[in-house]
T-cell receptor, first 115, second 112 residues
Framework: NAGVMQNPRHLVRRRGQEARLRCSPV?????VYWYRQLPEEGLKFMVY????????ESGMPKERFSAEFPKEGPSILRIQQVVRGDSAAYFC?????????????FGEGSRLTVL | QQPVQSPQAVILREGEDAVINCSSS?????VHWYRQKHGEAPVFLMI???GGEQKGHEKISASFNEKKQQSSLYLTASQLSYSGTYFC???WGSGNTGKLIFGQGTTLQVKP
């Protein structure tokens, strides 16, 4: 019974490069969330997606960041032209969310370091 | 507009009790509690819905005061394994958004 799988676990990029973070939700879960966590800080909501739809992207920076959750395959968080301030742990979570609040299952996170 | 947690940090001896509070400036629909150990994923503890519900999980319980828009997490007879950072996640309004806004976290350290 696999949980949320994120890869890569660690990613190093130079300024100006692109970072792609992947998230496979728990089997049967159709709701995916991305959170960013800076060292010693809390979890900042970025985006909430369902299959082929972005439901809420109010936490996403307006530029350089995009997310998708295609019909087939994992959810992708893409950061273009990375800057040092993008260095953080990016957590993906999924839920079954039929209705009402539900438990979020978090992945182990992808730790991005921008040199 | 994230919820505010207090205290920011707590240091306990094994067997002692602790209370972590989570306050919101907006009307709460639900409060979720998670624990994260260093370098690991946050792990779900419990959900509370508006209505003053209290829930428990072994020696960890929580309450939700809708009037005060506040939730409290109670850890009794703390164990070493309780160490970590505790986050409350809040859902506002009518709920059903699934989107949780987390507080800044409370770091708990339990010493032998």
């Amino acid at each position: 019974n696999a949980g949320v799988m994120q890869n890569p676990r660690h990613l190093v990029r130079r300024r100006g490069q692109e970072a792609r973070l992947r998230c496979s939700p728990v089997k049967g879960h159709s709701h995916v969330y991305w959170y960013r966590q800076l060292p010693e800080e809390g979890l900042k909501f970025m985006v909430y997606l369902q299959k082929e739809n972005i439901i809420d992207e109010s936490g996403m920076p307006k530029e350089r960041f995009s997310a998708e959750f295609p019909k087939e395959g994992p959810s992708i968080l893409r950061i273009q032209q990375v800057v040092r301030g993008d260095s953080a742990a990016y957590f993906c979570a999924s839920s079954r969310q039929v209705q009402g609040p539900g438990e979020l299952f978090f992945g182990e996170g992808s730790r991005l370091t921008v040199l | 507009q994230q919820p505010v947690q207090s205290p920011q940090a707590v240091i306990l001896r094994e067997g002692e009790d602790a209370v972590i509070n989570c306050s919101s400036s907006k009307a709460l629909y639900s409060v979720h509690w998670y624990r994260q150990k260093h370098g690991e994923a946050p792990v779900f503890l419990m959900i509370l819905l508006k209505g003053g519900e209290q829930k428990g999980h072994e020696k960890i319980s929580a309450s939700f005061n809708e009037k005060k828009q506040q939730s409290s997490l109670y850890l009794t007879a703390s164990q070493l394994s309780y160490s970590g950072t505790y986050f409350c996640g809040t859902e506002w309004g009518s709920g059903n958004t699934g989107k949780l806004i987390f507080g800044q976290g409370t770091t708990l350290q339990v010493k032998p």
